[in-house]
């Protein structure tokens, strides 16, 4: 229930090294440990312990939503899972409602072109070598000349189907003239980087959880074969209009950025697309059909169905046959497929699955689970070796090209997925709070914000972009830019829940607004719907233990003597705050990477008590941060300016909170406030939004 067993597995009642079913990492310390202990496979026990390259599958157990801090395999195994999209084809409770990876194939037929589309699927990685897009053909069981004979006449009727069916769609008409000069620049600097490659050759080739980040949407080389300038030109301006469900955000561009990234990206193309596509031979064509037509009827009235096709007619129906044997829909939206069933094995208990349910065939590798498990990983159609199969008959698992290392964390991940687990109550993440948090932290990935931002420690992996961008298009030194790169990157999110007020968090995120301006990464516009929202406002309140929703409005109220003090305080000749802070409508002095969030703002976007926090010990809050400590923390007493309120850096602090509160979009408050501060706004004053609530 609580003790070896539950994390290492293995015969929790033995007494001796033999009895407790250990397993040996690999060959040698198998040998090793015959030498030393006589140890042997206990062959009648069913679960002995996981080899320790293994062991972190054992956390899984118990942290199956949160994740395991330090259990680096599995959690790269977890992040494989969700961008490969390996839940459409396997039924994993965890990713239950899980938006499909792929793009909607809706309107293909106004995207691209047969030519693309039948070298895309014939082979992804020779168009984009790191594409998430698995291999279906030339595979294990199916490279033989007759195969790829056949495959080509599948692609082809794949093919067919997808732009007979494709739905019309009009792209907005490109009316400007788009600079790719300024376009690369726009790549650059507005955060396309944060979840885009846009070179061949990657600087990293492996893989880790931070670099996925950055491999969250497709590389974007070859652009230029696939689709058309203007067609590039409405996606950019607004992606919802052409798939409502995708999770690419709206950048916010004005109609000259938009036609300048658009002339940048079809800038680069594959010289493979440009190939011509094999004809149609309608011998192996109707060959196919037959195959399909032969699992419901009998062979003469599949015959006499056959005889009544035309080629057309039997492109179209061999292309929605191989559609869902090969489960494309698991990926991609296709008009037609919108109610199919996942067609892989269930995995959400496939760690306890009896070894002798899997089929080693003749593959000639040690029988234990972890074994199966990455060689199918790893050549998924393997166990398809020597034996005599009809194409219909065969293993049609794709193959994703993972290294060996990926592969093994994925078999973790599979490993961990066990039926016995502990009771729920020594579960990990566990009660509301968990569950607001767990919520959070799935919007999270799903949205992929910690590329940019820095959230429960990790993430911010488009820093290093920002640096290039400062290097390359800035013209700054190495050095110079490395220093500057965290002012000119997107903030870290630390204690979040505990700066910000919730209604403005939620209406920030519905409808962002620019806060700091010096910036040239743009915050997206993600068409988050209200739950979304409320999830995410709850997640940042929880994550720091805030009472939410219920939190007072809080009215500054300063005496003059305060406003005269705090008015002191934020001038040049004590703490000179306008000198990085935008004060209303007036610009601080400097080099903008010095520069801070306007003042205007304070009083509808921080929590009062966090500016109290802050004022008395910046870093405590945010390590690392810019802004300066006026408090000393180990002698806080008597560290405040001796001729301000007495010296008492409490009132200090407390004036100088009042006094920023007060701040509105004027470049400084004029005099002490009369009266309280108005409420923030509700349920139907201002904008339309929806008022955040707990349920």
């Not at 490279?143 to 080509?152: C, K, N």
């Not at 607004?513 to 999830?535: C, D, E, K």
Request: net charge negative.
């Amino acid at each position: 229930q609580f003790a070896c067993t539950t994390c290492h597995m293995g015969r929790g009642r033995a007494t001796d090294f033999i009895s407790a079913a250990h397993t040996p990492r690999d060959e040698e310390q198998k040998k090793e440990w015959a030498k030393k202990y006589h140890w042997h496979e206990l062959e009648h026990w069913e679960h002995p312990m996981l080899p320790a390259p293994f062991a972190q599958a054992a956390c899984f157990k118990c942290h199956q939503d949160q994740g395991a801090k330090g259990a680096e395999k599995l959690n790269l195994g977890l992040a494989l899972v969700e961008r490969a999209g390996c839940y459409g084809c396997h039924t994993i409770a965890k990713y239950k409602d899980w938006p499909k990876t792929g793009p909607s194939l809706e309107f293909l037929g106004s995207k691209t072109t047969k030519e693309w589309a039948y070298h895309w699927i014939e082979n992804p990685k020779a168009i984009r070598p790191d594409t998430w897009m698995p291999s279906y053909f030339n595979q294990s069981n199916n490279s033989d000349q007759e195969s790829i004979g056949r495959g080509r006449q599948e692609i082809n009727a794949m093919v067919h189907f997808l732009f007979a069916n494709s739905k019309a769609f009009t792209p907005e008409a490109l009316a400007l003239t788009g600079d790719m000069n300024k376009g690369k620049e726009l790549v650059s600097s507005l955060g396309c980087m944060a979840c885009h490659y846009v070179e061949k050759d990657k600087k990293d080739s492996k893989r880790t959880r931070d670099s996925l980040h950055r491999e969250f949407g497709p590389n974007l080389i070859g652009l230029g074969s696939k689709t058309s300038q203007a067609w590039l030109y409405d996606w950019l301006k607004d992606p919802k209009r052409y798939h409502p469900q995708g999770r690419m955000p709206n950048m916010r561009l004005s109609g000259q950025e938009a036609a300048d990234i658009a002339a940048y990206l079809v800038q680069d193309k594959s010289e493979i697309t440009d190939k011509p596509i094999p004809a149609v031979d309608e011998k192996i064509l109707d060959g196919i059909v037959m195959d399909f037509l032969k699992k419901s009827d009998s062979i003469a009235d599949a015959q006499a169905r056959l005889k009544g096709m035309d080629i057309d007619a039997k492109s179209n129906f061999a292309g929605q046959r191989l559609i869902r044997e090969y489960g494309c829909f698991s990926c991609h939206k296709i008009p037609g497929f919108e109610n199919e069933k996942p067609i892989g094995v269930e995995l959400t208990e496939e760690g306890s699955k009896s070894i002798e349910r899997l089929e080693f065939g003749f593959t000639k590798i040690e029988h234990t689970k972890q074994d199966w498990f990455q060689q199918k990983l790893l050549d998924p159609r393997v166990y398809d070796r020597a034996k005599v199969l009809e194409p219909l008959e065969r293993l049609k698992m794709p193959n994703f090209n993972f290294t060996d290392e990926e592969a093994q964390a994925v078999s973790t991940v599979i490993l961990g997925m066990v039926k016995d687990r502990p009771d729920a109550s020594r579960m990990a993440g566990q009660g509301v709070k968990a569950a607001f948090i767990n919520g959070g932290q799935k919007l999270v990935r799903q949205f992929n914000c910690q590329a940019c931002h820095v959230i429960e420690g990790e993430g911010g992996v488009i820093q290093s972009t920002v640096t290039d961008w400062l290097v390359n298009d800035q013209g700054k030194d190495p050095n110079d830019a490395r220093s500057m790169t965290l002012s000119f990157s997107p903030p870290n999110l630390i204690g979040e829940g505990q700066k910000v007020q919730a209604q403005w968090l939620f209406e920030f995120l519905h409808e962002p607004i620019t806060i700091r301006p010096w910036l040239s990464v743009r915050m997206p516009t993600y068409g988050f719907h209200a739950s979304q929202l409320n999830s995410l406002v709850k997640y940042f309140n929880y994550l720091d233990d805030q009472e939410f929703p219920f939190t007072d409005v809080y009215h500054p109220n300063l005496t003059k003597e305060e406003f005269a003090a705090a008015e002191k305080l934020f001038s040049k000749d004590y703490f000179g705050c306008a000198q990085c802070h935008i004060v209303g409508n007036q610009m601080p002095g400097g080099s903008p990477d010095s520069w801070a969030p306007n003042f205007a703002l304070a009083a509808k976007r921080l929590k009062p008590d966090w500016i109290v926090k802050w004022l008395a010990n910046p870093a405590d809050l945010l390590p690392g941060t810019k802004m300066p400590a006026y408090f000393d923390p180990k002698n806080f007493d008597e560290s405040g300016p001796p001729d301000v309120l007495d010296g008492d850096e409490r009132r200090q602090i407390k004036a100088l909170r009042d006094y920023l509160l007060t701040i509105s979009t004027n470049p400084e408050p004029s005099k002490a406030p009369e009266s309280p501060l108005p409420s923030p706004p509700h349920e139907g004053e201002g904008k339309p939004v929806d008022a955040p609530a707990v349920k």
